[in-house]
C-alpha cells in the first residue's frame, strides 16, 4: 500500500490545489463576466460557438437570373416631389399602370411596413421617376440590385472560397458595381441598366395621416430583360457548362408584370429544366414580393416542389398560405413583425408537409418532389425546418444569418465592436409559444439563444434576432441573410451517392467478368448481377459538349429586336439593345442629361426648401438632454379634486380667478367639488381642463426657473392645442380663454344634432376600416341621422377613436370582426368630435380667431390638423386652429415627430402637464425609451 503521508505526496496534493485555485477563480470570473455582459453582446458570443465552417463546402454556385442597379431614394421625398395623390382608397395593385395606382400601392405597404415589389407597366410614369430622382436634393444612392446579383456580391465578398457565377442581364453601372470575383456571364451584356426603384422609409416617417410602423422599402420595377425566356434558357444552358455544386434561382416573381400565357408558358420552361438538373446537385429558390393570386398558385404548384431549398420572409410565407389554402391563411395581409412564431411553425410545417419530399412512401406524389428545406426570416426572428438526412449544418447557417441581419441594416462591418452593438437591441419575449400542438415554449437565455424541436420528421430551430434600432438599409439584407445561411449549410445525398458507387462496381464487374470469359474462367455470378442491375438509383447526367457560353452571344444578340419597341416614340429609360464586350461607343444619354434646360424647376424646389426649413424653430445650441417637450391632455381625463395640486401657487390661483370672473361662476368650486355629471359636460369639462392645465403650467414654472429657456417644443391634444398656443406665447390666456369658451359652446351645440359617440379601435394590416366606415356611414343616413362614421384620432400604430352617430356605430360595431378590426372601449364622450359633424364649430372658432392678433411661436408647436409643426404664417395658423374641431387629430404624427427629436439614445425631457397620464401611454407605445425621461405633472 503506497502511504499517503510522504513528502511526495505532500507536494502532489499542493501541485493539484495550486492548480484547482486558479482554475475555480478562472471559471467563477467567467460566469460573473458572462452574467454582467449585455444581452446583445452574449447573443453575439453564443451564435459565434454555434456557428462552424461545414465539412462539405459550396465551391462553385450558379446565381440567377435577375440583376439590376437599386435606385435608393426615400419614398416620402419621390411622392412629395412627384405630387402624386389618389382619391381611390389605398389598396394592393397586381402592377402599376400610373401614378395614382403608384401612390395607392405605396401607402398600402407603407401603413404596414412591409416590403413590396411591384412593376411599373406605363413608360412615360417610370420614365417620370427616374428624371425625378435625379435631382440632387433627394440625394439617391446607386447600388447592385437584383436577388441574384445581391446574393452573388454576398457570396463574393464574404465566402473567397466560393466562386459565384451570375447569368442576368449586366449593363456598364453593375458591370462597374460587381465584385470582381464573380464570374459573369458576358452573353448576357445590355447596353443599358435595369433600374428598380428603392422608396424606403423609416420607422414613423410620416405621409400625410398615415405613420410607417416600421422600417422598410416600397420597389419600383420596369424590367425587360431578367423574366425573358432566353435568360432563362441562358441560366439552365450555363449550369451544365459551369457544373456548380449548388444552384440559386431567383427573380421568377418578377413574372408577374407579363400576360398570365407567357407567364405560364416560362414557369412551364423553368419546370421542365429543374427536372433535368442532376439531382445531386442542390437547388435554392428565393422567392419575393407578389400579388397576383394565379402566379404564386403557379410557384406554388409547379416550382417549389422541384427545388431543394427555400428561403422566405413573413409577407411570403403567409400569401403562399393564403393562396394554398394552408393553415391561418385569413391574417394576409400582416404588418411587419406581427406573425406569431406559433403561426408561423403551422404554416412552415404545412408547407414542407404538402410541397416537400417524402420518402417514407414511393407510391406518393411527395417521393418525386424534392423540397427539404426552407428559411423563414422576419423582422424579430427567424427559423430553419429542414426534412430528411441531406441537409445538415443548419443551426450554424442559422445563426449565422442571424447574426447578419441586425449589422447589415445597420451597415455595420464583421467586428463586434461595442459602440456596434449599442445600436443592436433584442426584441422578443421571456416566454415564446414555438408549437401550438407539442406545447413546445421557448425561454429567452441570452446565452443560448437557439431552440430546435422535433415534430413527426420535421426539424425546427429558432432563434431571435437582434434588430437595428436606426437601420440605415433595408433592402438586399433578406438576400444577404439566406445567401449566408446557405453557405454555412451542407448538403449531401447519400443514397444517390451510392447509388452513383454501385454503378460503378456494377461497370468494374462487367469489364472484370469480360476480361476473365477470355480466360475460360467466370468471377462473377450471373444472378448477383441480375439483383444489383435490379436496384433502384438515380444517375448524372453527363454535361454536353459545346461551344464555350461567350459564343452564344451572337444568338443572344438576334432575338433583341423583340424589345426594342419604344412605344409612342419616347425613349425609354429601360436597356434597349445588348452590348459587346468591344464595344467602345458612348453609352446612351442619362436621365440627368435629359433634365438640361429645366434650370428653373429646380430653383423651385430649392425655394421650397428653403421655405420648409423656416416652418421649425433651430434649438441645436441646447442640448437633447435639456430640452424640454410639453404635451398637454384634452378633456376626457376630467375628476373631482382637479387643482387642487396647484391652487397653493398664486399665479396658478390668479388664472383662476380670472376664469371665474370671465366665465360667470366658479369654475374652481366645479373642478374642487363637482358635481361630476356637470364637470363631465362638453363646455365644463373643456374650460376645466383648459384653465387646469394652464395652472399647472405655471407652478412649474416657479418650480423650473430655466424652463422657458430650456422648452423648445409643445403640443396639446384637442383643446390641449390652445394651452399649447399660450404656452407658446402665440396666444395670451385671456384670447385662448375666449377662444375655448367659444369652441366648448360651438362643440356641444354640434353634438345635439343627432345621439353621437366615440368608440377606440385596433385594427391590423388585414382590416378594411374605410369600407367599415362607409357602410356605417350609409347605414345611419337609410336610418334618418347624419351620415357620419369617420376616424376622429389618431393615437398611435393601428390604435384609433372612430366617431358618429350612435346608429353609424352600432352598426360599424355590430360588423367589426367581419371587417377585422378589434373593439377596444367605448369612450366617455357624447358627440362626434373631430369630425364633419362639427363643420358648424370649425366655422365659429375661425370667425372667433379673426378678431384676435396671433403672435409668431417662441417655440416649436405642433398642429392637430397637420400633425406637423404649424407654419409661421398667421393667417394660416389661424385657419388650422380651427380646421382641427372637424378634422381627425394626427396625434400619432405628432408624437412621431417628437419622439425622432432624439440623438441617438439620448432623448429630451416630455412633460405631461395636466390631468391624466394618457399622453404618457401613447408616448410608450411609440417608442419605450423615450418614456424614461417622461414627467407628469398632475393637477
Given at each position: 500500500?503506497f502511504?499517503f503521508?510522504t ?19 478562472s471559471?467563477?470570473?467567467?460566469q460573473?463576466r ?9 447573443m453575439l458570443k ?6 462552424s465552417q ?22 416620402i ?8 395623390s389618389s382619391?381611390?382608397p389605398?389598396?394592393?395593385k397586381?402592377?402599376l ?9 405605396f ?13 411599373m ?6 420614365e ?9 436634393h ?14 452573388a456580391?454576398?457570396?463574393?465578398s464574404s465566402?473567397?472560397?466560393?466562386t459565384?457565377y451570375?447569368?442576368?442581364p449586366i ?18 451584356r ?10 424606403e422609409?423609416?420607422?414613423?416617417e ?10 422598410s ?6 424590367d ?14 450555363a449550369i ?8 440559386i434561382?431567383?427573380?421568377i416573381?418578377?413574372l ?8 405560364l408558358?416560362?414557369?412551364?420552361l423553368?419546370?421542365r ?9 442542390p437547388i ?9 393570386d394565379?402566379?404564386?398558385?403557379d410557384?406554388l404548384?409547379?416550382?417549389i ?7 422566405i420572409?413573413?409577407?411570403e ?19 411587419a ?6 403561426k408561423?411553425v403551422?404554416m412552415l410545417?404545412?408547407?414542407l ?11 406518393s ?27 445538415s449544418n443548419?443551426?450554424?447557417g442559422l445563426a449565422a ?7 447589415q ?8 465592436r ?9 426584441r ?6 414555438l ?8 425561454h429567452?437565455?441570452?446565452?443560448s439563444?437557439?431552440?430546435s424541436w ?15 434600432k436606426?437601420?440605415?438599409?433595408t433592402?438586399?439584407v ?23 458507387i ?5 461497370s ?17 455470378c450471373?444472378?448477383?448481377l441480375v439483383r444489383?442491375?435490379?436496384f433502384?438509383c ?5 454535361a ?13 444578340r438576334?432575338?433583341t429586336?423583340?424589345?426594342?419597341t419604344?412605344?409612342d416614340g419616347?425613349g425609354m429609360?429601360?436597356?434597349t ?7 467602345q461607343?458612348d453609352?446612351?444619354?442619362t436621365a440627368?442629361?435629359?433634365?438640361k434646360?429645366h ?5 423651385i424646389?430649392?425655394?421650397k ?10 434649438f441645436?445650441?441646447i ?7 410639453l404635451?398637454f ?8 379634486q382637479?387643482?387642487?395640486k396647484?391652487?397653493?401657487?398664486p ?15 366658479d369654475?374652481l368650486n ?8 356637470n364637470l ?6 373643456q374650460?376645466?381642463t ?10 412649474l414654472?416657479?418650480?423650473?426657473p ?7 417644443d409643445?403640443?396639446?391634444f384637442s ?6 398656443l ?14 375655448v369658451?367659444?369652441r ?5 351645440e354640434?353634438s345635439q ?7 377606440c379601435v385596433?385594427t391590423?394590416?388585414?382590416?378594411n376600416?374605410?369600407?367599415?366606415l ?5 347605414f ?9 362614421c ?11 377613436v ?8 352600432g ?12 373593439l377596444?372601449?367605448?369612450?366617455p ?9 362639427m ?18 411661436p417662441?417655440?416649436?408647436?405642433y398642429?392637430?390638423y ?9 393667417a ?5 386652429i ?7 387629430v ?7 415627430i417628437l419622439f425622432?427629436k ?12 395636466g ?6 401611454s401613447?408616448?410608450y ?15
Amino acid at each position: 500500500m503506497f502511504p499517503f503521508n510522504t513528502p511526495y505526496n505532500h507536494l502532489l496534493n499542493w501541485s493539484l490545489l495550486c492548480f484547482l485555485v486558479p482554475w475555480f477563480y478562472s471559471y467563477y470570473n467567467e460566469q460573473h463576466r458572462l452574467s454582467s455582459m449585455p444581452v446583445e453582446q452574449a447573443m453575439l458570443k453564443a451564435w459565434d460557438t454555434v456557428i462552424s465552417q461545414p465539412t462539405l463546402k459550396f465551391r462553385k454556385v450558379m446565381v440567377g437570373i435577375n440583376c439590376n442597379v437599386d435606385v435608393i431614394v426615400s419614398g416620402i421625398s419621390v411622392v412629395h416631389k412627384l405630387n402624386i395623390s389618389s382619391p381611390n382608397p389605398v389598396g394592393d395593385k397586381e402592377v402599376l399602370s400610373g401614378f395614382e395606382d403608384l401612390y395607392e400601392a405605396f401607402v398600402h405597404f407603407f401603413t404596414r411596413g412591409a416590403p413590396a415589389e411591384r412593376c411599373m407597366v406605363n413608360d412615360m410614369a417610370f420614365e417620370q421617376m427616374v428624371h425625378a430622382i435625379e435631382d440632387k436634393h433627394l440625394r439617391a444612392q446607386h447600388y447592385i440590385g437584383g436577388n441574384a446579383a445581391l446574393m452573388a456580391q454576398k457570396i463574393a465578398s464574404s465566402f473567397p472560397a466560393a466562386t459565384a457565377y451570375l447569368v442576368g442581364p449586366i449593363g456598364p453601372r453593375s458591370q462597374a458595381l460587381l465584385h470582381p470575383a464573380i464570374v459573369r456571364n458576358n452573353s448576357t451584356r445590355i447596353a443599358e441598366d435595369e433600374l428598380h426603384l428603392i422608396l424606403e422609409y423609416k420607422q414613423g416617417e410620416i405621409l400625410g395621416e398615415y405613420v410607417a410602423p416600421a422600417s422598410s422599402r416600397f420597389i419600383v420595377s420596369h424590367d425587360q430583360f431578367s423574366g425573358s425566356a432566353m435568360v432563362i434558357e441562358m441560366f439552365f444552358k450555363a449550369i451544365m457548362q459551369f457544373r456548380p455544386n449548388l444552384i440559386i434561382l431567383s427573380g421568377i416573381h418578377g413574372l408577374e408584370a407579363q400576360n398570365q400565357d407567357m407567364r405560364l408558358e416560362k414557369l412551364r420552361l423553368i419546370r421542365r429544366s429543374l427536372l433535368q438538373v442532376n439531382p445531386l446537385i442542390p437547388i435554392h429558390l428565393q422567392l419575393g414580393s407578389m400579388a397576383d393570386d394565379q402566379q404564386v398558385h403557379d410557384i406554388l404548384e409547379r416550382i417549389i416542389p422541384n427545388v431543394d431549398s427555400l428561403a422566405i420572409n413573413e409577407q411570403e410565407l403567409n400569401y403562399l398560405s393564403k393562396v394554398g389554402k394552408g393553415p391561418f391563411n385569413e391574417r394576409y395581409p400582416i404588418s411587419a413583425g406581427t406573425l406569431h412564431a406559433y403561426k408561423a411553425v403551422e404554416m412552415l410545417y404545412w408547407l414542407l408537409s404538402m410541397y416537400g419530399h417524402d420518402r417514407s412512401n414511393p407510391d406518393s406524389k411527395s417521393y418525386n418532389q424534392r423540397l427539404q428545406r426552407i428559411h423563414y426570416y422576419s423582422l424579430t426572428y427567424h427559423i430553419m425546418v429542414s426534412k430528411g438526412p441531406d441537409w445538415s449544418n443548419l443551426a450554424a447557417g442559422l445563426a449565422a444569418g442571424a447574426r447578419l441581419a441586425g449589422r447589415q441594416s445597420c451597415n455595420l462591418g464583421s467586428a463586434g465592436r461595442t459602440e456596434d452593438i449599442d445600436k443592436l437591441e433584442i426584441r422578443t419575449s421571456q416566454t415564446v409559444l414555438l408549437d401550438k400542438q407539442i406545447g413546445k415554449v421557448y425561454h429567452f437565455n441570452p446565452h443560448s439563444p437557439l431552440a430546435s424541436w422535433l415534430r413527426n420528421d420535421v426539424v425546427f430551430i429558432y432563434t431571435p434576432v437582434l434588430v437595428c434600432k436606426y437601420p440605415q438599409h433595408t433592402v438586399g439584407v433578406d438576400d444577404a441573410i439566406s445567401a449566408t445561411a446557405l453557405l454555412y449549410s451542407q448538403y449531401f445525398k447519400l443514397e444517390k451517392r451510392v447509388c452513383k458507387i454501385c454503378f460503378m462496381i456494377i461497370s468494374i464487374l462487367v469489364i472484370t467478368k469480360g476480361m476473365s470469359a477470355v480466360n475460360g474462367r467466370s468471377l462473377l455470378c450471373p444472378s448477383l448481377l441480375v439483383r444489383v442491375a435490379q436496384f433502384r438509383c438515380v444517375r448524372s447526367r453527363p454535361a454536353p459538349r459545346g461551344p464555350p457560353l461567350v459564343d452564344d452571344g451572337d444568338q443572344w444578340r438576334t432575338a433583341t429586336n423583340a424589345f426594342r419597341t419604344k412605344r409612342d416614340g419616347v425613349g425609354m429609360a429601360f436597356p434597349t439593345s445588348f452590348i459587346d464586350d468591344d464595344d467602345q461607343s458612348d453609352p446612351i444619354s442619362t436621365a440627368k442629361e435629359l433634365l438640361k434646360g429645366h434650370e428653373k424647376y429646380k430653383a423651385i424646389n430649392a425655394v421650397k426648401e428653403k421655405r420648409k426649413l423656416l416652418l421649425n424653430l433651430n434649438f441645436d445650441h441646447i442640448p437633447i438632454q435639456d430640452q424640454v417637450v410639453l404635451m398637454f391632455p384634452g378633456h376626457g381625463k376630467q375628476h373631482l379634486q382637479m387643482g387642487q395640486k396647484v391652487i397653493d401657487n398664486p399665479s396658478s390661483a390668479s388664472l383662476f380667478e380670472e376664469a371665474n370672473e370671465f366665465l360667470k361662476f366658479d369654475l374652481l368650486n366645479l373642478c374642487l367639488n363637482g358635481p361630476k355629471t356637470n364637470l363631465d359636460q362638453t363646455f365644463y369639462a373643456q374650460m376645466a381642463t383648459f384653465v387646469s392645465c394652464m395652472a399647472a403650467f405655471e407652478k412649474l414654472k416657479v418650480e423650473q426657473p430655466d424652463l422657458r429657456d430650456r422648452l423648445t417644443d409643445c403640443a396639446g391634444f384637442s383643446v390641449g392645442e390652445i394651452c399649447a398656443l399660450v404656452a407658446a406665447e402665440v396666444l395670451s390666456f385671456s384670447d385662448a380663454l375666449n377662444v375655448v369658451k367659444v369652441r366648448a359652446q360651438a362643440m356641444d351645440e354640434c353634438s345635439q344634432i343627432a345621439p353621437s359617440g366615440m368608440i377606440c379601435v385596433r385594427t391590423s394590416a388585414a382590416s378594411n376600416l374605410v369600407r367599415a366606415l362607409k357602410e356605417a356611414s350609409q347605414f345611419s343616413h337609410e336610418h334618418g341621422e347624419p351620415p357620419v362614421c369617420d376616424v376622429a384620432n389618431y393615437l398611435f400604430c393601428h390604435v384609433k377613436v372612430v366617431a358618429g352617430t350612435n346608429k353609424a356605430l352600432g352598426h360599424f360595431a355590430q360588423n367589426a370582426k367581419h371587417f377585422k378590426i378589434q373593439l377596444l372601449k367605448k369612450l366617455p364622450f357624447y358627440g362626434a368630435f373631430h369630425t364633419r359633424m362639427m363643420n358648424g364649430a370649425s366655422q365659429r372658432v375661425e370667425h372667433c380667431l379673426a378678431g384676435i392678433r396671433l403672435r409668431a411661436p417662441r417655440v416649436n408647436v405642433y398642429s392637430n390638423y397637420t400633425g406637423k409643426c404649424h407654419t409661421r404664417r398667421m393667417a394660416h395658423m389661424g385657419k388650422d386652429i380651427a380646421r382641427q374641431v372637424n378634422n381627425p387629430v394626427k396625434w400619432e404624427q405628432i408624437m412621431q415627430i417628437l419622439f425622432n427629436k432624439r440623438i441617438n439614445d439620448e432623448f429630451p425631457s416630455y412633460f405631461e402637464v395636466g390631468p391624466g397620464r394618457e399622453l404618457g401611454s401613447i408616448l410608450y407605445q411609440i417608442g419605450k425609451k423615450a418614456s424614461h425621461t417622461y414627467v407628469n405633472y398632475p393637477v
